[in-house]
């Protein structure tokens, strides 16, 4: 390569690799979608990927051959589909983003950069508050009050989806918890196998324990019920229901 184009990072060089393997595995598991408009995407990825802003001409070529497959990827995931790749480059798992979320994606700038989430609202004293829980390929962010359409109160919370279910539920739970006066929390681990009578071993489940371990005594119980809702919901829309979350005395 010229000084002018230089060689792509091994980090770039990876991500390809990783997402052009994972779309030719994904190829026969879903229905393949119209075509898509490979430079406009194209365009949107190196605007919001480091990685895909390094590979030029090997990012078109690889979006035009995967176009039927990524087009039936974002209808069935109902994810932005550069969303979708930079997390599927990354080895990142996705979920789903759920219908709260989903119906504002294309109004809420916040919103685009979410692999799952969990959405509660909770009214009191003549007041709504909306809480999201969510995975991202952003930075971590949040608590963070955004602007939203029809909702006066809307707060989101979200982390990158880690390698597995635990390391994401107790990095979301660092970060919600604190500000609704829940100072210390703890998670552990297990995974069982499902099985079933007459039928071969399921795909195991996650069961993760978890214990609210230092309250102030004037947090508002409301608000601490919702915010862990808002992450139960979000865990399970990522690993699509592979997770169970059982709470223990403190």
Do not use: N
């Not at 790749?85 to 996705?94: C, E």
């Amino acid at each position: 390569m010229s000084a002018l184009y230089p060689a792509p990072s091994p980090s770039a060089t990876t991500w390809l690799a990783t997402l052009r393997t994972t779309l030719a595995r994904l190829a026969d598991q879903v229905r393949p979608g119209p075509p898509i408009d490979a430079e406009s995407l194209a365009t949107q990825l190196e605007s919001e990927s480091p990685e895909a802003a390094e590979l030029g001409g090997e990012l078109r070529a690889m979006l035009r051959g995967f176009g039927p497959v990524i087009s039936g990827l974002t209808a069935a995931f109902g994810l932005a589909p550069t969303t979708m790749l930079i997390a599927l480059g990354r080895g990142a798992q996705i979920g789903e983003v759920d219908p709260v979320v989903a119906a504002a994606v294309d109004e809420v700038d916040e919103l685009r950069a979410l692999t799952s989430s969990g959405t509660v609202t909770i009214a009191k004293d003549g007041r709504s508050t909306t809480l999201i829980a969510a995975t991202t390929v952003a930075g971590p962010t949040g608590p963070l009050r955004i602007a939203w359409p029809d909702r006066e109160d809307v707060w989101l919370c979200a982390v990158q989806a880690a390698a597995s279910p635990a390391l994401t539920a107790r990095a979301a739970l660092e970060r919600i918890l604190p500000q609704v006066g829940v100072s210390r929390a703890h998670i552990r681990a297990e995974t069982r196998t499902r099985t079933a009578h007459t039928t071969q071993p399921r795909p195991p489940t996650a069961h993760l324990h978890a214990a609210l371990l230092a309250v102030d005594p004037t947090a508002d119980p409301d608000l601490v019920m919702a915010r862990l809702e808002g992450w139960r919901a979000a865990l399970e829309q990522l690993h699509q229901g592979a997770v169970a979350i059982h709470w223990e005395q403190a």
